[in-house]
């Protein structure tokens, strides 16, 4: 995204669209400008999301936790290797919505799926897991 597209919003399908921008913060640019305190967070957080997946035993619980530390882990690294450029790439438009990545896709897709299950009452470990 960086290398081939130009600045300013490109229209890309429908009400989708394309516009590259960087996130210092976390989600919807929160405590941006602190990207140490950001990355701090969002490091504790991947790494309880990871506890989670390893313990996840339900195929749908593993999904979950799945896309949510796929996006987690996604976001950290794109953090680490852009430290000196001002945070992760976000490149993804909506009408009234902050530019996002993929990455941020995945993470609200998991949170849903995560509250879908809480709802449904269905399990996300195993019984002898729990503990």
Do not use: K
Request: charged share 10%.
């Amino acid at each position: 995204m960086l290398r081939h597209v130009a600045p300013g919003p490109h229209h890309l399908l429908g009400p989708l669209g394309v516009r590259v921008g960087r996130n210092s913060g976390v989600a919807f640019s929160l405590i941006a400008g602190h990207s140490a305190i950001a990355f701090g967070i969002t490091i504790a957080l991947t790494a309880a999301v990871a506890v989670c997946a390893v313990r996840s035993m339900p195929v749908l619980a593993s999904m979950v936790f799945g896309l949510l530390l796929g996006g987690g882990l996604s976001n950290d690294l794109d953090r680490v290797f852009r430290r000196a450029s001002g945070g992760v790439v976000d490149f993804l438009t909506l009408p009234h919505w902050p530019t996002f990545n993929l990455a941020d896709t995945a993470i609200t897709v998991g949170v849903a799926g995560l509250l879908v299950l809480l709802v449904l009452r269905r399990p996300f470990f195993a019984r002898g897991l729990r503990s």
